[in-house]
């Protein structure tokens, strides 16, 4: 019962995915101006971390040289 839902809920991602796609003819730049025009018009309050997400650094080891 609850994968049903899980895979209706899931289609309706797929699908608003693909109309939204398809509006910007695939252009990932003009969803993402789309989507911060929106919300910036949408005057509602956004969250913002206090400190900015830093990347890790890597762990591997030093390559030895040849």
Partial sequence: ???NATDSV?????R???EISER???NVAAIAEDAARRQASSNRPVW????PNLRLKSERAPQASC
Avoid: L, S, V
């Fill in 1 to 3: 019962m609850i994968q």
């Fill in 10 to 14: 899931i289609e309706e991602i797929h």
């Fill in 16 to 18: 608003t995915r693909e």
């Fill in 24 to 26: 910007f003819g695939g």
């Fill in 48 to 51: 913002k971390a206090k400190t």
